[in-house]
Structure formats: structure tokens, C-alpha cells
């Protein structure tokens, strides 16, 4: 039984260096490809293997009541980490804001609101902020603009109102809109056409990332509206 | 006053989340350089969770953003005050003097 022990211990090294070998394989012998998952599950197993006798000592060394604490412990700390996790995500959701500046600079004013709100409720949508260049991070100020509406209830969607620029054609900034809901995507006409009225619109535009907000409240359908099912 | 005050409450907060993951990193090691290393690692974590969260996107970036120390720290020196950011600090000053109490305790079991 010790000499077992001893010899699976020695796997470790043999382990490792076969997942040196599947990190490097890729460098050296490209073609092999196929050779990296064998290397890779290989590696691991030998060392899962030299683990044993650590884990058959520690074992050995632990007794009843410290692996008991041991477990209590470990549900405790799981149970507060969910708990902070709940309260952080309440806390996010819910939250209330209070703006001590003069003249309350980082809020919106009421007729802000109201305007924002009356805009809404007619159904219209809008563009409220430029659009950023391609790659360029969202700044912060939209994000808490849209926020700050959410919080007063005002439905604001954001998408991105930019249309494919085709090469030679005169596009406008703002095009068609992109939503998803319940796995449709939906293209309306929304703040503007584009020259030519072409309805393309880019994979992968409406997520949340690089994107104008808008104001839309659901009004009537309109002609220009269509569906597609994704 | 306003932003001065809550500049002064962002920093208090900060700080006592500062001292309790400090507090939690020394319970684990007698080493004193040990836990301070530990401490710098842990909250240069957090700090740099806000420029992750830029690359992530989607709900992963905003739960990135929203651990990250800076985002709340930046609306305390606004002079805005919102109780999101003044739980994120508590809970996780509570949660790090929590995890200090159950490694103290350990000792006593773990031998």
C-alpha cells in the first residue's frame, strides 16, 4: 500500500509535464492538433492521481468533528454570500437617489421629465443622445440619463439607431430599430429612414452595448412596421 | 455641503470596507506582509473589476460594474447620495468581518 502510495505521488511530475507539453504543442507541431486533448486529459489524470495520497492522509488526519465544523462553516458562508447577493440585487433594483448638489445638477429637471413623459406617451420615439463612435466605451452620463427615467417610470428603450453605412450611399444617422422580444426581432421604422430605404440592419444590433437611447411607448402599429421571426 | 458631506460618507464607508477586508486577509496569516499583500490583491480586484466590465457587456459587465469599487465611490463624490451604494459598502464590510469571525473560529476547531 505505501509503495502504491509513493508511486502515485511520483505521477505528479509526469502530469505536469505532459500539460506543459499540450500548452506548447500547439506551437511547436500545429498540425497535431488532434494530439491536445489527449495530452490534455493524460496531464490532468496523472495529477488527479499523485492527489490521492494527499487526499488519503488528509483524511486519515481529520477527525469527525472538524470535518462537521468544517461543513458547517462552509453552508454558513454560502448562505450569507446568497443573502448579500439578494441584497445587493434588491438594492440595485430598487434603490433610492438622493441628490444634494445646488440646484440638483446630476438629476433631471421636473419639466425634463414631463417633456420626456408627454413624448412618450404619444407614442413617439426619439433619439436623446448622440451616437458614439464605433469601439468607443459608453460613457456615463446616457447610462444614468436612462436610469434615472427607469426610476420615474418613464419606458425608455435603448437601441442602436445606427444603419449599415453601405459604401456610396448617402445614409442618415438614424435608421431602423432593432428589438428582441421572446426570441422575435422586430424592425420598425423609428426616428428616421435611411436614404434609399433599404432595411438592412447588422447582426447582432440592439444589444446593449453602444447604443442611443430612445423613448418609446407601445402606440399604434403603423404601416412601416414589420416582423420578421428570428 | 451637500457633496462635502457625502463626499465624507463615501470615503467613511470605503474606508470601514477598506479596514474589514484588511481585518479578514490578517485573520487568515500571522504574517503581517502576508496579509497586507493579500489586502492590496483583494481590493486592486475590486478596483479593476470597473475596466473588466467595459469588455464583458451584457449582464456580466453590469454586475462587474456594479462591484466595482470606483462606480460607487465616484456618485459619493458627486453629492449624490443613492442606497445602493451605501449597501454595497456595508454589505460587503459586513460580509468581510463575517468571513473574519468564521476564520477566527476555525483556529479554535481546525486546531
Known amino acids: 500500500m505505501g509503495g502504491l502510495m509513493r508511486r502515485l505521488d511520483l505521477a505528479f511530475y509526469p502530469g505536469i509535464a505532459v500539460l506543459a507539453a499540450a500548452v506548447v504543442q500547439p506551437f511547436v507541431l500545429p498540425q497535431q492538433s488532434r494530439l491536445w486533448w489527449p495530452l490534455v486529459v493524460v496531464g490532468l489524470a496523472l495529477v488527479a492521481l499523485s492527489l490521492v495520497p494527499w487526499v488519503v ?3 486519515s488526519s481529520l477527525g469527525a468533528r472538524t470535518v462537521r465544523y468544517g461543513f458547517n462553516t462552509l453552508v454558513m458562508v454560502v448562505l450569507v454570500l446568497g443573502i ?3 441584497v445587493e440585487a434588491l438594492s440595485y433594483r430598487h434603490n433610492a437617489r438622493m441628490d444634494l448638489t445646488e440646484n440638483r445638477r446630476h438629476s433631471l429637471s421636473s419639466q425634463t421629465i414631463q417633456l420626456l413623459k408627454a413624448i412618450a406617451d404619444q407614442g413617439e420615439r ?5 451616437e458614439r463612435p464605433a469601439g468607443q466605451a459608453p460613457g456615463r452620463g446616457p447610462v444614468q440619463a436612462v436610469r434615472a427615467l427607469r426610476r420615474r417610470q418613464v419606458h425608455v428603450e435603448v437601441g442602436r439607431s445606427r444603419p449599415r453605412a453601405h459604401a456610396g450611399q448617402g445614409v442618415r444617422r438614424r435608421g431602423l430599430r432593432h428589438h428582441r422580444a421572446g426570441g422575435q ?19 447582432g444590433e440592439g444589444d446593449s452595448r453602444g447604443q442611443a437611447p430612445g423613448l418609446h411607448r407601445p402606440g399604434p402599429r403603423r404601416a412601416g412596421d414589420h416582423q420578421h421571426r428570428a | 455641503m451637500g457633496p462635502l458631506a457625502t463626499g465624507y460618507l463615501g470615503l467613511v464607508l470605503m474606508g470601514g470596507m477598506f479596514l474589514a477586508i484588511g481585518l479578514f486577509a490578517s485573520s487568515l496569516t500571522e504574517n503581517q506582509i502576508v496579509a497586507a499583500v493579500v489586502t492590496f490583491g483583494i481590493l486592486l480586484m475590486l478596483w479593476v473589476l470597473g475596466w ?3 469588455f464583458a457587456g451584457g449582464p456580466l459587465g453590469t454586475v462587474l460594474t456594479h462591484l466595482s469599487i470606483l462606480e460607487h465611490n465616484d456618485t459619493f463624490a458627486k453629492g449624490v447620495l443613492d442606497t445602493k451604494d451605501v449597501i454595497y459598502y456595508l454589505d460587503f464590510t459586513a460580509l468581510a468581518l463575517f468571513l473574519t469571525l468564521r476564520s477566527l473560529e476555525a483556529r479554535r476547531w481546525a486546531g
Open chain 1, 84 to 86: 448579500i447577493g439578494v
Open chain 1, 185 to 203: 426581432r422586430t424592425y420598425r421604422e423609428g426616428a428616421g429612414r435611411r436614404a434609399g430605404g433599404e432595411a438592412h440592419q447588422r447582426p
Open chain 1, 126 to 130: 426619439g433619439r436623446l443622445l448622440p
Open chain 1, 57 to 59: 492522509g488528509a483524511r
Open chain 2, 52 to 54: 473588466t466590465a467595459e
